[in-house]
């Protein structure tokens, strides 16, 4: 039986939401608050870091793999050079390290020691201080992106306990690295 517009319905509409107490986020959802498009990767515009990262999060194997090495050569290229897009990509670096479902974790988590041993930058600032006045200042970049992976460092325990060998292993390695 239908109620007249005018008169409140005695059916229910909707049904409450059990919690479980433990807020569920989709991965990478911070992406978004990155103005990716304003910052340099070492292509250029850094527009498709996203684009990757979600390659990583929800691609098979290989695909994650290709995501990860292309994203790799855009944040830390050599494994040592830092660019503008790096500390802006770590967060979502550790993000992905955490989740059980990305099939290159301990990868990402040697691309981490990468960025937070990286020193360039400062060591050819040290003989050639003139970098230090250049507009763009890929130092700060750098001390950026070693503060972002040191600002997340608390994931390292859980990390540790994990039963995948490789990915403790890896972690061990970026905790030697942070404690350098």
Not at 15 to 28: K, Q, S
């Amino acid at each position: 039986m239908r109620t007249a517009p005018d008169q409140p319905s005695n059916e229910r509409t909707s049904r409450p939401v059990p919690t479980t107490g433990v807020a569920r986020t989709t991965p990478l959802a911070a992406l978004s608050r990155v103005p990716w498009g304003e910052i340099q990767d070492s292509t250029g515009c850094a527009a498709a870091i996203p684009l990757l990262l979600n390659g990583v999060a929800w691609g098979d194997p290989e695909t994650a793999g290709a995501a990860l090495g292309d994203l790799r050569r855009r944040i830390c290229q050599y494994g040592f050079v830092v660019e503008q897009a790096t500390a802006a990509t770590v967060p979502f670096l550790w993000e992905l390290a955490q989740l059980p479902q990305v099939s290159c974790r301990a990868e990402i988590i040697q691309l981490l020691r990468s960025i937070a041993g990286a020193r360039q930058w400062e060591s050819t600032a040290a003989v050639y201080p003139k970098l230090l006045n250049h507009r763009e200042n890929p130092v700060v970049w750098e001390r950026r992106a070693r503060q972002a992976v040191r600002a997340k460092s608390g994931v390292i325990e859980r990390l540790l306990a994990d039963d995948d060998s490789e990915i403790a292993h890896a972690t061990t390695e970026l905790a030697r690295t942070l404690d350098e």
